[in-house]
Every structure is written in C-alpha cells, then in structure tokens.
C-alpha cells in the first residue's frame, strides 16, 4: 500500500470529532510533504535538532501546524515555544510556567496538552493525578497559553485491555477538568483510544512505515 493510499485509508476510518495527528519523527521532510499533499496538515516531532530541518525544507507549506510531542527539556522550551503550535507533553507545574513566560517574550501563544500518568512507569514523565487536579485553575490561568486537554501514553507492553482502561480514565479525568482534547492512542491502540475518547491520534508507522532512524 502506498504511503498515500495508507492516509486515505485511516482518515476515512476516524469519526468526524478524531483529529489525526502524522507523528513524523524519524522520517523525512519528502515524506511529509506526501503526507501534506493529501490534505493532511497536522505533524508531530519529538526532537528539536531532527525538526529544525525539516521545517526549513518544508517553509513554503504555510499551513502545516507542528505539534512538539517529545519530553521537553527546560533549555528548548524557547526554541519549541518559537516553532510549534502544540505541546503534548507538559509534564510538571513548573514547565508550564515556564512555556508561559517565554511565550510571552516570544508574543507566542501556544496550545498545551498535560501529560498525565495514570500507573507507575519510570520511563515516562507526567502529572500524577492528585497532583494534576490540585493545580488544574493555577494552570489555567498562566498567560498565554491555552491549556486544551490531556495527554497520556501507557507503559510499554501493556496489554491491549489495559491500556483501553487508561484511555478511558484520561477522558473521564479531561471532563472533569472541563477539558474538551485527549491526545491518545498510538498505531497499536488507535481504535480503543477512539472508543474510550480520544480527540487526537498520533500515528506514526502506519502511515509513513517503519522509522529510518
């Protein structure tokens, strides 16, 4: 299957309320500009120094959005905040605060997601929950930004029943906060993370392969 019949086929298979976002990390800006050709104008990078590049090879196509969904070090907050529409993965108060005042030296204003943990995994950051709830109207205030929804990614092997648990407490925590998107599901779960709520998809190797690096 071609890389355009592979989008076309996804995108008819999403509800009209599922955003589909093409997880372009590891894969080249040829690749992109396919992808882009089709319609499809939202793309998620997760290291900055791989995503420089390609946003110089891709300036003419002025209505891609970029979405940073990587963990975000504190010394590129700044070069993100400069270049994306959307962060995932903001993973702590203290974060936030920061992508606050830089996008108001930048006169940027940003879309955030909050990245939440919802069972114990060290190889990803993310607000327990409890702690998330109590900080929910401090981080709505921060200027410039736009807290939009949650996030969240299940630890890896997670049996595909569990991780469909974890979906649907993403999207009963996001009501709660009175937040309309949750940024779930990965080529593997897709369709259990749309049936438990997701808004966003983030889809990589099942529409551009398997990662060239």
């Known amino acids: 299957m071609t890389l355009i019949s592979r989008v076309e086929s996804l995108r008819r298979r999403l509800p009209e309320n599922v955003n589909l976002l093409a997880v372009s990390k590891g894969h080249p800006a040829s690749s992109i500009r396919s992808v882009a050709n089709f319609g499809q104008i939202d793309f998620g990078e997760s290291r900055l120094q791989e995503a420089l590049p390609k946003f110089a090879q891709l300036n003419d196509l002025i209505d891609l ?29 203290d974060l936030a605060e920061r992508i606050s005042r830089i996008s108001q030296e930048e006169n940027r204003f940003i879309k955030v997601m909050l990245q939440v943990k919802f069972l114990e995994d060290e190889n990803k950051g993310g607000f327990q929950v409890d702690d998330l709830i109590q900080s929910c109207s401090e981080l709505k205030k921060l200027p410039n930004i736009q807290l939009i929804g949650l996030m969240t990614i299940p630890p890896l092997g997670l049996a595909l029943n569990r991780r469909k648990n ?14 309309k998107e949750c940024s779930m599901g990965m080529s593997g779960d897709w369709e259990e993370a749309i049936e438990s709520g997701a808004t966003w998809i983030r889809i990589g190797s099942l529409l551009f392969g398997e990662r060239s690096k």
């Open 166 to 179: 974890v979906f649907k407490q993403c999207r009963d925590l996001s009501n709660a906060m009175g937040l």
């Open 65 to 93: 959005k970029w979405h940073f969904v990587g963990r975000l070090q504190r010394n590129k907050v700044r070069a993100v905040v400069k270049k994306f529409d959307f962060i995932h993965s903001v993973d702590s108060i």
